[in-house]
């Protein structure tokens, strides 16, 4: 089950994510501590993320951190290169992860990067 904390971070981060969303991101993660003021963002990338990615990430945390709460006592950021098709180990609030199904077109230039 959900908790409030749980629920206001992952708003935060669908609203950070709005535009945000870099062609090399496949997964964006969160864990947050009981009370909410601690938390880790992991950001796992397609290949060795570019300049470009990485201030896109830098710009979700940005915008989360402004958002969620004024007191936080701490944060870590988890910038992770796992290529396709390899497995992802997501943190528990799952909060963007792209369509890497079989079925789809987008799939197939995946396996070929």
């Known amino acids: 089950m959900r908790t409030d904390h749980d629920l206001k971070l992952m708003q935060y981060a669908q609203g950070a994510l709005l535009g945000e969303v870099a062609p090399s991101f496949r997964a964006v993660s969160f864990q947050l501590s009981p009370d909410g003021e601690d938390f880790v963002a992991r950001f796992i990338f397609d290949g060795e993320p570019s300049e470009d990615a990485l201030e896109v990430a830098s710009v979700v945390l940005t915008n989360i951190i402004a958002n ?28 963007y992860l792209r369509n890497e199904d079989d079925w789809n077109s987008w799939a197939k230039l995946y396996k070929n990067t």
Do not use: A, D, F, W
């Open 68 to 95: 969620y709460s004024r007191n936080h006592r701490s944060y870590k950021e988890e910038m992770l290169t796992i290529p396709y098709p390899c497995r992802m180990e997501h943190l528990p609030l799952l909060v």
